[in-house]
Nanobody
């Protein structure tokens, strides 16, 4: 099963910053939508941000103005600023090509704690 590869998680204090990175295998070619979801124990995986080929960006209300998603070809990044304890979660990289498939990474842990 094709998987995306994430990096960049870790432990950070409230108010701090982290950048997550994700790379898609070259075999997938261009992926129409790439983005990030997150999940905490006992809750459903939730959308954080997506970036569509061509420029459209979408953010959940909880991260808007603090997080920035960017793409360079088959790589997607999530710059997270002013992190809060409620941002603590496993962050998953996501990719989707309509009619061809949906792809996920294995997840990277982000912990915001003093």
């Amino acid at each position: 099963q094709v998987q995306l590869v994430e990096s960049g998680g870790g432990l950070v204090q409230p108010g701090g910053s982290l950048t997550l990175s994700c790379a898609a295998p070259g075999s997938l070619g261009n992926i129409y939508t790439m983005g990030w979801f997150r999940q905490t124990p006992g809750k459903q995986r939730e959308l954080v941000a997506t970036a569509i080929t061509g420029g459209t960006r979408n953010y959940s209300d909880s991260v808007k103005a603090r997080f920035t998603i960017s793409r360079v070809n088959a790589k997607v990044y999530l710059q997270m600023n002013n992190l809060k304890p409620e941002d603590t979660a496993i962050y998953y990289c996501y990719g989707n090509n309509p009619g061809r498939g949906t792809y996920w990474g294995r997840g990277t842990q982000v912990t915001v704690s003093s």
